[in-house]
């Protein structure tokens, strides 16, 4: 048993969509359970479709949605000769919503919305894999993941979705060498649709690598591997054969893009390997990730954009000690904000975070009754591990550095351009 997750990037075209029906016809014979992402930049169309239709504007939301609407037709068309009945049934419930009037937050909104990315992608790969004779049964993951209400970042019921795998998935493959279902998604116990944050397809994939005790898990992207820095901002980035899980979740804690940051523990608590692979060239080896360190790894570089920082003062001057903090921490978890990078001192705190201005500003003036607030936007963080000075200083020059922090293997700095 393999689980393999393709991403948007792998299906964005109907060449791209062939070249994927051709790495799986390689594996012909094995048991897969395929998780794909929604196709190219439908994602960021549908969180469109969600701010327009939260805004009030129904008709520009129609609109936009009717787009996405006619370009996925078209992709079946190409693909299969003809439309996909079973289209109508996502495209129905979304357009149900949008006729409605916003009553609940916004995330849930967006997750009623978004989640039909995925749904409309994989329906478009199974029909056109049994058109061309690789027989699959689909799937419709909210059936199976059971996760709470914390729409847009929800968290998964192991007990319930294990029992779904095992009473559903399972018995399937006694029927079919391959099954095709979503990652990012999920169900309330209402049936309401939740997503598990942004790129969490391979933390979908992971689940069901482990509820599956599956072989081995595979990320099909389009680099030859894990690369030490993004490629597309690096020139000189470089292929990295081999992690730990260990410096994965490190890389992935601090930002950096190739992994969802909850990936790896469902797949180190069973040992399971997670290859990287270019779905642009399989012959390529790729990274694995697994329980064995490696050493002399180059500096692996994050850069995260677009980051707030805000500054605490105590109001009379008093030291912010630990119930200061722990307010500060507290207020974040209930406004759903992760911070980047803490520091403190005897009278003030800094917390360096994604500059999502609706929750930045309810953070600033909730934490304004407790401290005085500064805020600092347009900056961004720097994260390396095991940096050297040189590294260091050529990522930083000409930037003016606004907070530093390091550790033996990692340095983050906080730049103003």
Not at 33 to 61: C, D, H, P
Not at 372 to 390: I, P
Request: charged share 25%; net charge negative; hydrophobic share 40%.
């Amino acid at each position: 048993m393999k689980v393999f997750k393709f991403g948007g990037a792998s299906i964005n075209s109907t060449e791209r969509i062939e070249n994927v029906s051709k790495i799986i016809r390689s594996y012909q014979g094995e048991k897969l359970l395929i998780i794909i992402s929604a196709m190219g930049k439908v994602t960021n169309a549908l969180e469109r479709v969600a701010e327009e239709f939260y805004k009030g504007q129904k008709e520009q939301a129609l609109a936009l949605f009717h787009e996405l609407k006619m370009e996925h037709n078209t992709v079946a068309k190409q693909l299969t000769g003809h439309t996909i009945d079973q289209f109508t049934d996502i495209f129905t419930e979304v357009e149900w919503l949008l006729h409605d009037k916003p009553v609940r937050d916004y995330d849930y909104y967006y997750d009623q919305i978004v989640c039909c990315g995925e749904l409309l992608s994989t329906i478009a790969v199974s029909h056109y894999f049994n058109h061309i004779g690789i027989k699959n049964k689909w799937m419709d993951v909210r059936d199976i993941v059971r996760t709470d209400d914390n729409f847009r970042d929800a968290n998964i019921d192991w007990n319930f979705t294990q029992a779904k795998i095992n009473k559903e998935v399972l018995p399937a493959f006694s029927d079919t060498d391959i099954i095709i279902t979503q990652g990012f998604i999920g169900s309330t116990d209402e049936n309401e649709s939740t997503t598990l944050g942004r790129e969490g397809s391979d933390y979908s994939a992971a689940i069901f690598a482990n509820m599956l005790n599956a072989g081995s898990q595979t990320i099909w992207k389009d680099v030859e591997g894990v690369m030490n820095a993004d490629p597309k901002k690096f020139n000189d980035a470089v292929y990295i054969d081999s992690l730990s899980y260990t410096e994965v979740i490190e890389m992935a804690y601090y930002g950096a893009q190739v992994i969802h940051p909850k990936t790896i523990k469902p797949l180190q608590n069973k040992g399971i390997p997670l290859h990287v692979k270019c779905f642009l060239n399989a012959a390529l080896k790729g990274t694995v990730i697994s329980s064995q360190p490696v050493h002399n790894l180059p500096p692996i570089i994050v850069v995260k954009q677009n980051q707030a920082l805000l500054q605490l003062s105590s109001k009379d001057f008093s030291f912010i000690g630990e119930t200061g903090v722990g307010n500060l921490y507290a207020l974040m978890a209930g406004f759903k904000i992760s911070p980047n990078l803490v520091q403190s001192g005897a009278i003030t705190v800094m917390c360096c975070l994604d500059d999502k201005s609706d929750k930045v500003e309810k953070l600033a003036l909730a934490a304004g009754d407790l401290f005085d607030v500064q805020v600092e936007r347009n900056l961004t963080l720097l994260t390396v591990r095991h940096y050297n000075d040189a590294i260091v200083e050529k990522l930083t020059a000409a930037k003016q550095q606004v907070l530093s922090q390091k550790t033996p293997d990692t340095i983050q700095i906080l730049l103003k351009e």
